[in-house]
């Protein structure tokens, strides 16, 4: 007959033998009731990732460029399979001091957002940076996402920034919270690569960046300079920052007539337009382009 379970441990389930990340220890599993994991759950919220500094990277490869950054990741979170399947996650986080916690398979799937989970949940802290900060290291090649909402468009242009070399991605205006769980993932770990800057006034982004010796270009697709033919000029091989709208209005006009040149990337098919993770592709890399030494930009 087996014993009823002693009240006020209801927040556990029976100790597992756990393997990988050192040696076999005994270490109850906590559940969707642990108050760590009460409180973890909570970032999933804006409001409660903005009160605490804090959000959740999910994944190995997340959870894994997030251990990269020295002081960053403060717990991790994984089931009994997800330790032993990601052993060097769990290694590198004991080594570094960070507390790594298992939990059962409802508790993984309730701090996850994707359908199957990968068995790693890492709380981290906010890591941008003043946009004084980011441009005193005088970034080359910069990308604004003005007022963009959509978290995976915002995460893929962050991933393709990145890819692209540009050492700034400013989040400007009302634009989405670099830390909303489908942006950590969309940026494929590249928001742990790049300097990030929330503002709230794009205006005074577009001064700053200027200030700082920026050329500031607006994409639009009305713009009045052709992509092709700027790169011809040879003008992107200068410092650039580029400024990107939403999917359904673009920039707001007063702000494209701030930038120093509106640009339009060509369309030499019959397509109607571009979608902003397409053209933002199209403008870092004809920038990356130019900006590597010795390379022609013809």
């Keep these: 007959m087996t014993a009823p379970r002693p009240a006020g441990r209801l927040d556990r389930v029976p100790a597992t033998t756990i393997t990988g990340g050192g040696a076999d220890h005994r270490q109850p599993a906590f559940t969707t009731r642990t108050p760590r994991i009460v409180a973890a759950r909570?970032?999933?919220?804006r409001r409660d990732r903005d009160a605490t500094r804090r959000f959740l990277a999910e994944g190995p490869?997340?959870?894994r460029e997030a251990l990269a950054v020295p002081g960053l990741v403060r717990e991790l979170f994984t089931t009994a399979a997800g330790r032993t399947r990601h052993t060097d996650l769990t290694v590198a986080a004991a080594s570094a001091g960070v507390d790594v916690s298992t939990v059962d398979d409802a508790?993984?799937?309730?701090?996850?957002?994707?359908v199957n989970p990968q068995g790693v949940v890492a709380v981290c802290d906010h890591l941008d940076v003043t946009l004084d900060g980011a441009l005193h290291r005088r970034p080359a090649l910069a990308a604004v996402l003005v007022e963009i909402r959509d978290p995976g468009n915002a995460g893929t242009v962050l991933r393709t920034a990145d890819a692209a070399g540009a050492g700034t991605v400013v989040f400007a205006g009302a634009a989405v919270d670099p830390y909303n769980g489908k942006c950590v993932r969309a940026s494929a770990g590249s928001l742990f690569h790049v300097d990030v800057v929330r503002h709230d006034d794009p205006a005074h982004v577009v001064d700053e960046l200027r200030a700082a010796g920026l050329r500031v270009l607006a994409t639009t697709g009305h713009g009045d300079t052709d992509l092709d033919d700027l790169a011809d000029s040879g003008a992107l091989a200068a410092p650039t920052a580029w400024l990107f709208g939403t999917e359904a209005h673009g920039l707001p006009a007063e702000l494209a007539d701030r930038a120093d040149a509106r640009v339009r990337v060509p369309l030499h098919g019959r397509a109607e337009s571009l979608n902003l993770a397409a053209a933002a592709a199209v403008c870092l890399y004809t920038s990356a382009r130019a900006q590597r030494p010795g390379r022609p930009t013809r």
């Design 107 to 114: 508790a993984l799937t309730a701090l996850a957002e994707t």
């Design 61 to 63: 490869q997340a959870v």
């Design 42 to 45: 909570r970032l999933h919220r």
